[in-house]
């Protein structure tokens, strides 16, 4: 089947056309980043305007580039959850409107479904397997079973990766998005500030990065008060590497426990060089066979909904034009 995929659920108005859940005939994101810079995160107001400004236009180009007309689409498919309310409505708005007018079955597709269906668009999934997301709002492990059925094992109890990778830019004075900032800095630092290693419970899969925000936070503060200099590179090198053990550790863990059959990564931080750097280390090591999207499927986009929209299509589950954007949705 050939499924029109539509996200916004924060800061890119996207879509893309895909066949069968893994040929991705086209996939169009434009970007806020400019729009949102000035203000050092993204603004939700501002998002709302934007992706309505852009949405007909996206589809539109989505629908061209794939050489497609909207009466040969067989299913329309949007993030429904979770994300900030005013720019979800803005792609579940237009999904619906699509799907009535040209009288489609509608699709919402969770949004970390998502991001953990865009490896599918570069590799064969072996289940059962164990998937890491890092992502802006979300940093859990997940166990999949089989095909489509998610057991949330391990998650963050506060801060997620990709948020305080944002946050230590911000101290570093380094304009929004922080992480691929952080991440090009560390290439060229060393590990000298020994920041702890956040494990909460011997036999638990969950995170916690707050206390490693604030221990960067305050080596910042106590060399300003004492004159002294920071090295940017080491401090974003020391950072990531506490970020890239703890990550790398429980997802092996969980994936030797749980006898998973492959590691999945997935969210903007798959695109971080070191934590790429430390899993393919750590499971050529273990091996275990690792999936990595490529770096141009990490961040949010819409082919990644169509992918894993295949699921919810095959087996019937369609939405109806009841369908509400839901900034809470749990993935289920
Ligand atoms: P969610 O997917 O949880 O709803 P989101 O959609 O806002 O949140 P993504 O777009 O998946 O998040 O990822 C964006 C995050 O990824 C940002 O926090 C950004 O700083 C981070 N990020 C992107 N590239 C890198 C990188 N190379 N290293 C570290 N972090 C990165
Ligand atoms: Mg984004
Ligand atoms: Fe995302």
Same mark, same amino acid.
């Given at each position: 089947?050939?499924?029109?995929?539509?996200?916004?659920?924060?800061?890119?108005?996207?879509?893309?056309?895909?066949?069968?859940?893994?040929?991705?005939?086209?996939?169009?994101?434009?970007?806020?980043?400019?729009?949102?810079?000035?203000?050092?995160?993204?603004?939700?107001?501002?998002?709302?305007?934007?992706?309505?400004?852009?949405?007909?236009?996206?589809?539109?180009?989505?629908?061209? *580039?794939?050489?497609?007309?909207?009466?040969?689409?067989?299913?329309?498919?949007?993030? &429904?959850?979770?994300?900030?309310?005013?720019?979800?409505?803005?792609?579940?708005?237009?999904?619906?409107?699509?799907?009535?007018?040209?009288? #489609?079955?509608?699709?919402?597709?969770?949004? +970390?479904?998502?991001?953990?269906?865009?490896?599918?668009?570069?590799? =064969?999934?072996?289940?059962?397997?164990?998937?890491?997301?890092?992502?802006?709002?979300?940093?859990?492990? +997940?166990?999949?079973?089989?095909?489509?059925?998610? *057991?949330?094992?391990? =998650?963050?109890?506060?801060?997620?990766?990709? &948020?305080?990778?944002?946050?230590?830019?911000?101290?570093?004075?380094?304009?929004?998005?922080?992480?691929?900032?952080?991440?090009?800095?560390?290439?060229?630092?060393?590990?000298?500030?020994?920041?702890?290693?956040?494990?909460? &419970?011997? *036999?638990?899969?969950?995170?916690?990065?707050?206390?490693?925000?604030?221990?960067?936070?305050?080596?910042?503060?106590?060399?300003?008060?004492?004159?002294?200099?920071?090295?940017? =590179?080491?401090?974003?090198?020391?950072?990531?590497?506490?970020?890239?053990?703890?990550?790398?550790?429980?997802?092996?863990?969980?994936?030797? &426990?749980?006898?998973?059959?492959?590691?999945? +990564?997935?969210?903007?931080?798959?695109?971080?060089?070191?934590?790429?750097?430390?899993?393919? =280390?750590?499971?050529?090591?273990?091996?275990?066979?690792?999936? +990595?999207?490529?770096?141009?499927?990490?961040?949010?986009?819409?082919?990644?909904?169509?992918?894993?929209?295949?699921?919810?299509?095959?087996?019937?589950?369609?939405?109806?034009?009841?369908?509400?954007?839901?900034?809470?949705?749990?993935? #289920?």
């Amino acid at each position: 089947p050939l499924i029109l995929a539509i996200e916004s659920s924060c800061d890119e108005t996207a879509a893309a056309v895909v066949r069968g859940g893994t040929d991705v005939l086209s996939n169009v994101v434009s970007s806020q980043i400019e729009s949102h810079k000035r203000f050092g995160g993204v603004v939700p107001e501002v998002a709302s305007r934007h992706h309505v400004e852009r949405i007909t236009y996206v589809i539109d180009d989505a629908l061209t *580039e794939a050489g497609v007309r909207i009466d040969e689409i067989d299913a329309i498919a949007v993030t &429904e959850g979770p994300g900030l309310v005013g720019a979800l409505l803005v792609g579940v708005s237009a999904a619906k409107a699509l799907a009535f007018a040209h009288g #489609k079955p509608l699709l919402g597709v969770h949004h +970390i479904a998502g991001h953990i269906y865009a490896n599918r668009l570069e590799q =064969e999934l072996r289940f059962p397997l164990v998937c890491l997301i890092a992502s802006g709002g979300h940093t859990e492990l +997940i166990y999949m079973p089989e095909d489509g059925v998610y *057991e949330v094992i391990g =998650e963050t109890r506060d801060d997620a990766a990709g &948020e305080a990778y944002d946050k230590v830019a911000r101290t570093l004075k380094l304009p929004y998005p922080g992480g691929p900032r952080i991440d090009q800095l560390a290439q060229t630092g060393q590990d000298t500030f020994h920041f702890p290693r956040i494990w909460l &419970e011997k *036999e638990s899969y969950d995170f916690s990065f707050s206390g490693l925000k604030s221990s960067v936070i305050n080596a910042v503060h106590n060399a300003e008060q004492r004159g002294e200099v920071i090295i940017p =590179e080491d401090l974003a090198a020391s950072f990531q590497a506490s970020v890239v053990e703890v990550l790398v550790t429980k997802a092996i863990r969980a994936v030797k &426990e749980k006898g998973g059959k492959q590691l999945l +990564i997935a969210g903007g931080v798959a695109a971080n060089r070191g934590l790429r750097a430390g899993l393919t =280390e750590a499971c050529s090591r273990e091996g275990i066979e690792l999936v +990595i999207p490529p770096m141009h499927l990490c961040g949010d986009n819409a082919a990644m909904i169509g992918a894993a929209a295949i699921h919810p299509y095959r087996a019937g589950r369609q939405s109806t034009l009841a369908m509400n954007a839901e900034p809470g949705l749990d993935l #289920k």
